[in-house]
């Protein structure tokens, strides 16, 4: 029945608590609750970001005709996107493992226990505020692509008139050269009507680089970039992995699905750097071990482990990480928590349900 009673309060003041907090939640060990707050402990999550460059080539109009009347060597000839991995992140996310469920229990006559919880459940710290992290500014994102300018706007009356595709990229390349001479002329102060102030110089110089940018892309053709993020979500177990296809990557498509054939493989390997050594218990000392668990405050000791990613035989991503599922679990004594004249305070590591630091 305790443990029934705690569960209800702890619901009871999840509830009430996330009007006032979204990141972690008190909870007082009080006469109602049997002085016994339930935490969950948590499992190892990777989320992996991948970073993606998508580049659009576009050809111009009178690609054909860039080197013959501007000198262009290599234009874009052809309509075409490509994708690039840019970059890969880690981070060590974790989740509550339902099958590690705990009850952390006081004596009636400690000076007024409490727990905070993530709102999830995972345990944060006992009679101390946890620790809070700098807020991560977030990435800004980029900025939307302008407009793109008719470049027919700016033709002249007689290349709207040319009767053909090469008479017009030849009136264009004029207008470029034309364009390139008015503005060397106000540069060096030799042209006819000179922009009278600072302001108006401005205006024309803009309006003079604009026109020849947009023309000029008429043969040389445009690209356009753009970068954005992807995650996907790996749950290890207790096994080391050996090159596990997470995702593919595609120059065509960016990132897809692990099955999806299309793309190259990113492989991912996890290696335990601290394997524990095989031990079979018999069956006393397995219900010894069911008992310990049952008895004071269970936590996480994660186990190092080495993580790496693979891409085009390459490595993009190595970096040492922790793992709660490569690790064990140990328990503090419920003495710990019967001093009535100042309590001990325990800060943990929430997303590791490993202990930080203890204060006595």
């Not at 305790?2 to 907090?21: E, G, H, K, M």
């Not at 700016?154 to 034309?178: N, P, R």
């Not at 030799?190 to 604009?210: F, I, R, T």
């Amino acid at each position: 029945m305790r443990r029934r009673y705690a569960l209800l309060f702890f619901f009871t003041v999840f509830l009430f608590s996330d009007v006032f907090s979204q990141k972690t939640i008190r909870i007082d060990a009080v006469k109602a609750n049997d002085y016994g707050v339930v935490y969950s402990l948590p499992k190892t999550t990777f989320v992996i970001t991948f970073k993606t460059k998508k580049t659009t080539y576009r050809r111009g109009e009178f690609y054909q005709y860039a080197r013959r009347y501007l000198g262009i060597e290599n234009p874009i000839n052809e309509n075409r996107t490509v994708y690039s991995l840019e970059n890969v992140a880690v981070a060590n996310k974790g989740i509550p493992d339902k099958t590690h469920s705990f009850m952390v229990e006081f004596r009636p006559n400690t000076i007024e226990p409490f727990v905070y919880l993530t709102e999830e459940g995972l345990i944060c710290s006992i009679n101390a505020m946890p620790e809070t992290k700098p807020a991560v500014p977030a990435e800004q994102a980029p900025k939307a692509n302008q407009q793109p300018v008719d470049a027919r706007r700016f033709f002249s009356e007689e290349t709207l008139m040319a009767g053909s595709t090469a008479k017009q990229a030849e009136l264009i390349a004029k207008q470029i050269l034309e364009l390139r001479r008015s503005r060397n002329d106000i540069l060096i102060g030799e042209a006819e009507n000179m922009p009278p102030d600072g302001e108006a110089y401005k205006v024309v110089m803009d309006q003079l680089n604009l026109q020849e940018k947009v023309l000029t892309e008429l043969f040389t053709g445009t690209v356009e970039t753009e970068t954005f993020t992807s995650d996907i979500t790996f749950v290890p177990d207790d096994m080391n992995i050996e090159r596990k296809v997470i995702a593919r990557f595609s120059t065509k498509l960016g990132l897809v699905d692990a099955d999806n054939l299309a793309g190259a493989p990113i492989y991912l390997s996890l290696t335990n750097k601290t394997p524990k050594p095989e031990m079979r218990l018999s069956e006393k000392e397995l219900q010894q071990l069911e008992k310990k668990l049952t008895e004071g405050l269970v936590y996480n000791i994660p186990s190092k482990a080495d993580l790496k990613m693979e891409y085009n035989n390459q490595i993009i991503k190595e970096t040492e990480v922790d793992v709660v599922q490569f690790g064990s679990k140990e328990v503090l004594t419920k003495k710990m928590f019967d001093s009535c004249k100042k309590p001990i305070q325990i800060i943990f590591y929430p997303e590791l349900g490993a202990i930080k630091q203890i204060i006595q």
